[in-house]
């Protein structure tokens, strides 16, 4: 019995995508639920499992092809039922990766535990004898920690190939400042009474500053917009974006509907920012941001030129928080906590004199008492 595989639609507004890298190839037997193929968009890489037991008898789209969702992408040979004799001219499964013993046998006491389909993934493409490697997991298991730590210790590191999420990123950088000419102003904001504040909450940094952009976004809802070639669409809700830097690479999660309220906002980012580095988003949480703020001051950056996340209008740079020296009035000096905002905006859509009074509202907000 043939079962269809089609490509599931990844949220309402990811209505295609390209098959990336097929982890399992014809002839090859699929528990269900197993990790069949890589389907990249323009926000997420995300592996598809297969629904059923069977054996692979064809994948129907090749690698790189882009398809819409409910677009037939393989077929599977169903598993028999337990105790059936397999029909003539079963396909017999392939031989399993290195490290994984045949479906259904035990391993003998003298072989290394078995291994993930993703350790034996990495294993084949970076040519790797996991016999060299000393398994951290359980009963000695090698882990997919274990083969990175691996590769980064190797006296010569080979040229690693480029990830589906390092693609992505390459692909929509490059774009971005193809399509939009970039310009990037910076001010530097006094953060005495949000570190005071903070002192009593806890709350990141980023929570202040993104309270403080939607405040300033519903003063100034051009830079809560997307430009076309038919004119500027202003957004009516402001669906924050957040990036999150990964160790290959940057996603961006989306607060949908964000309100000035850094006690409801800081909980949401921790949870959005935490779950980014787990892997465990929902495809749609990477979708329809309006305006994107980038944290690079977390790793002690002052100031940058951070790119326009497309089709934004503009995306807002957190520098790091440093005591300086300062002038006040009346020619006297001090010490205070402050950072630099860089506002890099599409020109096409607004000018400078807005994107500088958009950013003295930030500004402001985050220099006036916060409520207790």
Not at 61 to 66: F, I, L, M, Q, R
Not at 324 to 335: E, F, K, T
Request: with cysteine.
């Amino acid at each position: 019995m043939i079962h269809e595989i089609a490509l599931p639609a990844l949220s309402e507004s990811v209505v295609e995508g390209t098959i990336g890298r097929w982890l399992k190839h014809p002839g090859e037997a699929l528990a269900a639920w197993e990790p069949l193929v890589e389907v990249e968009t323009d926000k997420l890489t995300t592996d598809i499992p297969s629904p059923v037991a069977g054996v692979l008898l064809e994948c129907c789209v090749a690698a790189g092809t882009t398809v819409m969702a409910g677009t037939v992408i393989a077929r599977i040979r169903l598993h028999a039922a337990p105790g059936a004799v397999p029909p003539a001219g079963a396909v017999a499964p392939a031989a399993p990766p290195h490290g994984m013993p045949p479906a259904g046998a035990a391993a003998p006491a003298s072989r290394r535990p078995p291994i993930s389909p993703v350790v034996a993934r990495m294993a084949a493409e970076h040519r790797i004898d996991l016999a060299q490697i000393r398994g951290t997991g359980l009963d000695g298991r090698v882990s997919k920690r274990d083969v990175e730590g691996w590769l980064a210790a190797r006296t010569v590191p080979a040229a690693a190939p480029l990830t589906p999420l390092r693609r992505a990123i390459a692909e929509h950088m490059l774009r971005s400042v193809r399509t939009a000419p970039h310009v990037t102003t910076v001010c530097e904001a006094d953060m005495s009474t949000v570190v005071a504040h903070r002192a009593a909450t806890a709350f990141g940094y980023t929570a202040y500053v993104a309270a403080a952009v939607v405040a300033a976004l519903a003063r100034f809802p051009r830079l809560n917009a997307t430009f076309t070639d038919d004119g500027i669409i202003a957004h009516r809700e402001i669906h924050l974006g957040i990036a999150v830097a990964l160790p290959d690479g940057v996603l961006v999660p989306v607060i949908p509907r964000a309100t000035a309220d850094v006690a409801h906002l800081a909980p949401r980012i921790a949870d959005l920012a935490g779950r980014a580095r787990a892997g465990t988003l929902q495809a749609g949480e990477t979708s329809g941001g309006t305006f994107t703020i980038t944290n690079h001051g977390m790793l002690g950056s002052l100031w940058a030129t951070p790119i326009i996340h497309q089709p934004q209008v503009a995306i807002l740079g957190i520098g790091a928080v440093e005591r300086r020296v300062v002038a006040l009035p009346g020619d006297a000096i001090a010490i205070r906590p402050r950072c630099y905002l860089a506002l890099s905006f599409d020109h096409r859509a607004l000018d400078g004199a807005l994107a500088d009074q958009f950013l003295a509202a930030v500004r402001s907000t985050l220099e006036a008492p916060w409520p207790a």
